[in-house]
């Protein structure tokens, strides 16, 4: 449901590329970060989670749920140690919950991961990565539970703390009669539009007195007519509770992202806003005179004194007392005490620098007998530590926070009201009874009641987890710079740009963080032995026009931390004066802004017609806005700005001869922005678009158009009744009946069935209910059709017949929700004329999305949570036995060596009987054209999920079709699983058990031959390498290279062992990942061009992140640079199949707008567009059988 939001967009590969490095460092797998300063752990998203780690954190903040949960001990539960073994019954979902829960006490990280939990859930990769409605979770949720904890001490525990009854009565005014109808409910829906708040939305639904009378009365069973009627109203005083929890989602209906205000009941956190931050750093920077202030001596030691064991990295010192005092030391004490390195050399009877001085401590002498004025800096921070923040200085009250998925921040509760702006609003609200009391030992002691179990091995995680982050630091003192060598540049346009091959004038270089830009600059000079003259170091950065420069490094004492030079950052190698000849500019202020400027163009020479053209244009942001009419040789006129107001609308501004003495900053243009030049004598508009304006009149609707599905004669085919949403669904069937002119025996046979934007009938309404209650929306169409609607005990299901891919035409039955599967199956069989044993049911979506198989068959349609209106498909095949999957099997055969054709024309004799998928090539047209890749259909295979890889293997080779290829020996036979029809995933370690790749019921494998047996490491990829053919657009056929990501997922790797493959000078080559479903190919650089901001962590996942997600199989072309220079990757078969997609793309537009110019005229007077929607995907959760 949530669209692109959690995707990387790499929908427009550019071809061009950044500097291949001379050096790049590797690095380990870096160990979680430690909480923050609040000391409360988040949710690590796996993808498309945030809606799971939402709801988690909530029950992990419900005092009473966590503790109950961790009163089941392993007796009850079992152990997940056993979880494997075939006779023990383990309660894996409440274990894994339960030990996610102490994680979140008491794991120091940043972040707790879900992976065990969803796993404990059946879920496979995919559907970890789809996101879902946080309500539909906390029912599945929570009925999973139900079911785990049956035979346990906790099987009510989610019925003891979160069950609610709902009583509805309705008085009649003739007989007094009262209908008293109650329901069960875990959540309350409220409607929230035009209502103060929820108290009214709670009364409105729930709670208010309404009357039945005039057009809306009442049928009464007893008097057996419609009357006038009233329901009650119920006495709320006697319960009261408070707000403790609120899911915030954050965008629009069919996309958007999830995350949580919780108030910290317990005070398992320390909350601070930034207001006390503040504070608390004006008290650090303000010690008790301004004497002290000054003092160097006196703020460093006072930093110390807060450190354990007084002990402290020197590149952190700096950072804490930019941190405490607001201001560096650099700026406050470097030009009168020198860089702060030095100052500690110069005072070792007070410091103790280590022997690499990488760590800084004070003498002993200096914290077990502090002079006065140390001791009253020492009393004032001990003070400021011992106060306890919080909101309004009221340490009684619990604290709220926010937490984003992994992130966790402090909020105040006034400020929580000012968040439900725009897109925001919230979604689920969690109370507790306001007569709750928490227990004194509970409060601030994460430990409390958390089995013994759980505890140690907390404890033993945290120790693991302070060994490595110890072994991080020291192997992790480095900084990655990317030299821009000036000689190998101009200034053009605006901006630097290489006038060489990015390989020549970018150069990556590693360099120790604890050095100084002295070193930094004499390593520079040994690595370029051709440099003359000055040296300057300028930090750069890329920006679209090209390479900018904004300050020079200053300082050869400072340290790269000290210059705050950060990990990644790029450095312009120059003479600090021009570049080719050509002064430069530096600084922010005059940083070039790449604009598009729409004008207008003579159409060619002699041409006195005009066009409308637009191109890019750079110019600093400092420049006036006047330049527009010298860079485009117009003398005056008039300059328009655009901004987007809406999805469907534009705004031009124009702007006034005041302003264009203005810069392009002060006006507000940046990177992008449109601008339209015209001459001032012409109509401001004549070169606008016209732009219509749609208005949304649903609100205005109050009537239900009825269509006649009755197929008895009338005149009248449709009637539009007025109605209000309170009107009785009974009362508008029979005011039908009577306008469409119909027979009144269809009173006792007949009802009311919503219609769809696609013309589908959907689940019969009940009479008794009104249209607010039946969800049916003013203006909408109901089908009037014959047959009764079904009662509360039954359910009105569609079922269609055939594959899960290509389903059958729909048919329809009513059955009791106590029905078994079973029975429900026999039934459907028989409506649709079919016999046999070998079929089975799986819940489809309204897309004929299947999703998994219906396999307790003696379990009740309500246990399953069938629900009416759902679509159940009847597909032809006997469900596996528990615990065994089965899957088709295909063979892959890759166009790889030269005598693949033969071995392919000969795999197409032997499955002349079978399918085959093609797969989008890579090769070029010219030159010899190997084979296409095929999948060809080989049988199913039946195969328990405890059975190992080589099982596997060994059972597909005795599938008839294998016999016929002579497969010499399994170890030939490499396993791959299959994804949109191409092979997506590679199985190894064959002792693997087959449950542990998480395949899913709905898995296909492939299988592939190998010319030699192969061993492949947990950290070995698989890839496809191409090597272009110089001068032609095409590349030889495909070789396998096996590369060893130990030392990383870096490019400088990639190129180094491709290099090695193809014995080239790794200088000599360009590398790129081709993309089949797109065409297009993306040059591998050799560092990675997304750099964070100065200041912020880079991302050290490199090619396995985005944009490349870089995996097994994928095909990865190679241009030898020695003898073809030209940019493109591209093959004539990449251009054909581009011209394809556009031209797809094409149809299914003229497709859409053609259905929906012939779709159904409910809303011909209500123009509303029609917003398509991917396909929604059902949730669901596994849970044994207990009982």
């Known amino acids: 449901m949530f669209g692109n939001l959690f995707e990387e967009d790499y929908s427009s590969v550019s071809s061009s590329h950044t500097g291949r490095g001379k050096k790049l460092k590797t690095k380990g797998l870096e160990p979680p970060a430690p909480r923050e300063f609040t000391n409360l752990s988040g949710i690590r998203n796996q993808g498309g989670t945030c809606y799971l780690s939402s709801l988690l954190q909530t029950l992990h903040f419900t005092p009473e749920f966590r503790e109950a949960l961790f009163s089941l001990g392993p007796e009850e539960l079992g152990s997940l140690k056993d979880k494997d073994k075939p006779d023990a019954k383990v309660r894996i979902i409440p274990l894994q919950l339960q030990r996610l829960f102490a994680q979140l006490l008491l794991l120091d990280q940043e972040a707790a991961s879900t992976i065990d939990l969803t796993d404990s859930f059946g879920w496979t990769n995919d559907e970890e990565m789809r996101q879902h409605d946080v309500q539909e979770l906390n029912r599945i949720l929570f009925s999973a539970l139900e079911t785990s904890l049956v035979g346990t001490s906790g099987h009510d525990l989610i019925h003891r703390l979160y069950h609610g009854t709902i009583v509805n009565q309705i008085v009649c005014k003739e007989c007094k009669n009262i209908s008293e109808r109650q329901e069960d409910f875990l959540d309350l829906t409220v409607a929230v539009k035009n209502v103060s708040g929820l108290e009214d939305a709670l009364c409105n639904m729930y709670v208010e007195e309404e009357i039945f009378d005039y057009d809306n009365l009442y049928h009464c069973g007893t008097c057996d007519r419609l009357v006038k009627a009233a329901k009650s109203e119920l006495d709320d005083m006697e319960y009261m509770y408070d707000l403790f929890s609120i899911i915030i989602h954050k965008g629009g209906c069919y996309g958007g992202h999830y995350h949580v205000y919780i108030k910290d009941v317990d005070h398992l956190g320390n909350w601070q806003c930034q207001e006390e931050i503040s504070d608390t750093d004006v008290n650090l920077k303000a010690p008790q005179s301004e004497e002290e202030a000054n003092d160097p001596l006196v703020v460093l030691k006072t930093i110390l004194l807060q450190e354990e064991a007084n002990q402290i990295p020197v590149d952190q010192l700096g950072q804490k007392l930019l941190k405490r005092t607001g201001i560096s030391w650099n700026k406050k004490y470097r030009k009168q005490h020198g860089p702060l390195r030095k100052f500690l050399q110069l005072h070792p009877q007070i410091f103790l620098l280590s022997t690499d001085e990488s760590t800084v401590s004070l003498l002993r002498n200096h914290f077990t007998q502090a002079p006065s004025d140390l001791q009253n800096c020492e009393q004032m921070l001990h003070t400021l530590a011992s106060e ?110 290489p006038t060489v091959s990015e390989t020549e004038s970018v150069w990556d270089l590693t360099f120790d963080k604890r050095k100084t830009l002295g070193d930094l600059r004499q390593s520079i000079f040994q690595l370029l032995e051709f440099w003359e003259g000055d040296m300057i170091l300028s930090v750069a950065k890329r920006v679209p026009a090209g390479l900018h420069v904004y300050h020079t490094l200053d300082g050869d004492d400072l340290t790269l931390c000290e210059a705050e030079v950060a990990d990644g950052e790029d450095i312009f190698v120059w003479n600090g004066v021009e570049v080719g000849g050509v002064q430069i500019q530096t600084g922010f202020d005059c940083e070039p802004l790449l604009l598009n400027i729409l004008h207008l163009e003579l159409r060619g020479e002699g041409s006195k017609c005009e066009q409308l053209v637009e191109s890019p244009h750079v110019f600093p942001a400092n420049a006036e806005v006047g330049t527009v009419f010298t860079a485009l040789g117009t003398p005056v006129g008039v300059i328009l700005m655009n901004s987007v107001e809406s999805a469907d609308e534009e705004c031009w501004t124009a702007i006034s001869k005041e302003d264009m003495k203005k810069t392009f900053r002060e006006q507000g243009l940046r990177n992008g922005s449109l601008i339209l030049v015209q001459d001032s004598d012409s109509d401001n508009n004549s070169l606008l678009p016209k732009q219509g304006r749609w208005t949304n009149s649903m609100n205005e609707l109050n009537w239900l158009q009825v269509k006649n599905f009755c197929q008895s004669e009338s005149e009248e085919k449709q009637v539009q009744i007025a109605v209000t949403m309170h009107t009785v669904v009974f009362d508008i069937r029979i005011k039908a009946i009577k306008e469409l002119k119909l027979m009144k025996e269809l009173a006792e046979n007949s ?76 039934i459907m069989l028989e409506k649709s004329g079919q016999q046999g044993e070998m079929w089975h049911l799986r819940k489809m979506d309204w897309c004929y999305e299947a999703g998994e198989p219906l396999c307790e068959e003696d379990a009740t349609l309500k246990e399953l949570m069938i629900r009416s209106g759902d679509t159940l498909l009847l597909t032809e095949g006997k469900l596996p036995p528990p ?147 110089p001068g032609e657009r095409a590349y030889s056929l495909a070789t396998d290279l096996v590369w060893d990501t130990t030392r990383g997922w870096t490019a400088g790797s990639l190129r180094q062992r491709v ?129």
């Open 388 to 497: 306890s923040p919080g909101l309004n200085d009221d340490t009684s009250c619990p604290h709220w926070f926010d937490i984003n998925d992994s992130k966790v921040h402090p909020i105040r509760e006034k400020d929580i009201t000012q968040q439900f702006q725009g897109k925001e609003s919230a979604y689920m609200l969690f109370y507790r009874k306001a007569t709750l009391q928490r227990p004194s030992e509970a409060r601030a002691n994460p430990r409390y009641r958390v089995p013994c179990h759980l505890l140690k091995e907390m404890d033993a995680a945290n120790v693991l987890l302070q060994m490595r982050r110890a072994e991080w630091d020291s192997a992790n003192s480095t900084f990655e710079l990317h030299l821009h060598l000036g000689p190998h540049y101009h200034f053009f346009n605006g901006a630097l740009h």
């Open 751 to 826: 009802c009311l069935r919503p219609i769809d934007r696609n013309g589908k009938l959907l689940c019969p309404v009940p009479d008794s209910s009104t249209l607010e209650e039946a969800e049916v929306k003013m203006g909408s169409s109901v089908g009037l059709c014959l047959g009764k609607a079904p009662t509360s005990s039954q359910l009105f299901l569609f079922f269609a017949l055939g594959t899960d891919i290509h389903p059958g035409a729909e048919m329809e039955v009513i059955v009791e929700e106590t029905l078994s599967v079973r029975d429900c199956l026999k």
């Open 883 to 1029: 615990g065994h999957l089965k899957m088709p099997i295909w063979w892959y055969q890759p166009a790889r060596l030269s005598g693949h054709r033969e071995s392919q024309d000969h795999l197409n004799c032997t499955f002349s009987q079978g399918s085959s998928w093609g797969a989008a090539p890579t090769q070029g047209a010219p030159g010899p054209q190997p084979a296409e890749v095929s999948l060809l259909y080989l049988g199913d295979m039946e195969i328990s999920e405890e059975a190992t890889l080589v099982e596997l293997k060994s059972q597909a080779m005795a599938l008839p079709s294998v016999s016929k290829l002579a497969v010499q020996s399994i170890a030939l036979l490499r396993v791959w699983t299959v994804e949109n029809k191409r092979p997506s995933r590679l199985l190894r370690t064959n002792w693997r058990q087959l449950k542990e790749y998480r395949l899913g019921r709905r898995a296909e494998l492939c299988l592939e031959l190998l010319q030699k047996e192969e061993d492949l490491g947990p950290r070995d990829v698989l890839l496809r390498t191409q090597l272009r053919i």
């Open 1059 to 1187: 290099a090695d493959f193809y014995s080239l000078p790794v200088e000599k080559i360009e590398i790129a990942k081709y993309f089949p479903e797109k065409f297009e190919w993306l040059p591998i650089s050799s560092w990675n061009q997304q750099v964070a901001k100065r200041k912020k962590k880079k991302n050290q996942d490199t090619l396995q992140g985005g944009p490349y997600y870089l995996k097994d199989g994928d095909t990865i072309g190679i241009k030898n640079l020695l003898f073809d220079d030209n940019d493109d990757f591209s093959t004539i078969r990449d251009d054909i199949g581009k011209e394809n997609q556009k031209r797809l793309a094409l149809e299914k537009k003229k497709s859409r707008e053609v259905h929906r110019a012939q779709s159904s005229d409910v809303f011909s007077n209500a123009a509303m567009p029609t917003r398509f929607r991917g396909p929604e995907a059902s949730l669901s959760i596994h849970v044994a059988s207990f009982r």
